[in-house]
């Protein structure tokens, strides 16, 4: 039995999924999964194999569902990997569009950077421009 | 400038990450980053280019961190691709170490399966073994 291969599903809560699914679509670029929101979730896909998934917590939090629930409540995270020629024209665009850069992070020098914003939710939303997590 | 290419950082919650680390290294078989959690956070690399990190939300929910806080209440949700021929494995699996499974799924006849857990947190993890969402 070999170790789970990757993620296919990363998750996001919104009570606002009308609201989520311009951000995700219009601000971040993102490709949305069907025709749009449904009362439950907001999806993207993010290349092969993987899916956004932003979720309503008082639906999906539902007990009685077909699956199992699920649902947090307060500011969730996820970091979006970009070029990293293309990390300041993606902070010159979140200010464009005004949504704003809440910070800037350089890590170890010249290891990777990073710009913070916040989606509609809340939930903070890291666009990096380099892997730069231990490999081993 | 390019939508993102992929998600670097896929994020869960757990209070007691010692018990996440067992559980995601032990149970889940991810190869953790590093040697262990910190107070923070215990990190798991996901293949190539891409981690799951469990966050201690009492202390990445704090203000004034390096970086912008974030931490979410209640279960979370995540969703790890295996391999077909190893899904009723890994169900065994999760049943003879004391997880158990919370619900299997099958999804529109043969396109795929799913079984589901929990985390000692409550999350719902999900092994699925197929991508079953729209491809464009």
Chains 1, 2 share one sequence.
Not at 16 to 28: I, T
Not at 40 to 66: K, M, W, Y
Not at 103 to 114: L, M
Request: hydrophobic share 35%; net charge negative.
């Amino acid at each position: 039995m070999k170790k789970p291969g990757s993620i296919l599903e990363t998750i996001l809560y919104a009570t606002d999924l009308n609201a989520a699914h311009r951000f995700y679509r219009d601000v971040m670029l993102l490709e949305p999964l069907g025709d749009g929101p449904s009362g439950l979730c907001a999806g993207f896909r993010i290349g092969t194999g993987h899916v956004l998934l932003v979720f309503n917590p008082e639906v999906s939090g539902q007990a009685g569902r077909d699956v199992p629930s699920h649902g947090r409540t307060g500011p969730g995270h996820v970091a979006f990997r970009v070029e990293p020629d293309e990390l300041d024209a993606w902070a010159e665009h979140l200010e464009s569009v005004g949504v704003g850069v809440e910070q800037r992070v350089e890590w170890d020098g010249e290891r990777g950077r990073s710009v913070y914003c916040r989606d509609p939710a809340g939930n903070s939303v890291e666009l990096i421009d380099a892997d730069i997590w231990p490999k081993a």
